[in-house]
């Protein structure tokens, strides 16, 4: 699979074996369904969707419910998370690698990454970056924490494994064919439908 660095090896591992167990719940469904309602209230014509990351599937199902026509595909760099995926999406669709490794003349209506760009080396964010835009022929949706300046956290006990930063104000100064169209937050304390504060983030890409 070509592991390039600390955070792959960390999610492609025992970690990311046990936060499949974490990652699949009602509650986390609900709000999800709840969430990509609002983050793609702007959007118009999706008829396909990749998303880089993606676990077990849990926001592809969420989609699946509000769009039912979708196609999707997926790159999940944890084994057991890619097997339980194939229970969403057919076998074909799932790149089952490293974001870092993934290379695809293909484009989608949107490209999707939500919780993943936090857990990448600081270093290797502008490949990522890259290969999310490129991958995109109109929308681009992120999800992820945010912070003005670049912050390392302890995650979970394990240092260097969780970083906050403006990550759409950094794409969005490398990628000037890209739009802001909409944005927003989602506080952990909502009383109905609680994420683990996420800032989202929808662009467009113009021709």
């Known amino acids: 699979m070509g592991i390039k660095t600390d955070q792959e090896n960390f999610w492609s591992g025992e970690f990311g074996d046990e936060y499949i ?9 609900t709000s999800n369904i709840n969430f990509f309602i609002k983050a793609l209230n702007r959007t118009k ?3 396909s969707c990749i998303e ?21 595909h997926a790159v999940e760099i944890n084994k057991k998370a890619a097997q339980v995926l194939e229970d969403i999406i057919p076998p074909e669709n799932i790149f089952q690698q ?12 949107l490209s999707l990454v939500k919780g993943v760009l936090i857990h990448i080396n600081p270093e290797k964010l502008n490949e990522v970056y890259q290969k999310i835009v490129n991958s995109s022929n109109k929308y681009i949706l992120i ?4 912070s003005r300046k670049p912050e390392s956290l302890v995650y979970r006990g394990h240092n260097n494994k969780l970083f906050k930063r403006d990550f759409t104000g950094e794409i969005l100064d490398l990628f000037p064919q890209l739009t802001l169209i909409d944005y927003g937050f989602i506080y952990h304390r909502d009383p109905n439908f609680p994420q683990d504060d996420i800032s989202w983030f929808l662009l467009e890409k113009n021709a």
């Open 45 to 47: 014509n999706i008829n």
């Open 21 to 29: 167990k974490r990652n699949e719940n009602e509650k986390l469904f």
């Open 52 to 72: 880089f990351g993606s676990n077990v599937g849990m926001n592809i199902k969420a989609l699946k419910t509000i769009f039912p026509n979708l196609t999707f």
């Open 143 to 146: 999800g992820e924490y945010y």
């Open 98 to 109: 490293s974001i870092l490794n993934f290379e695809s003349k293909k484009k989608w209506d």
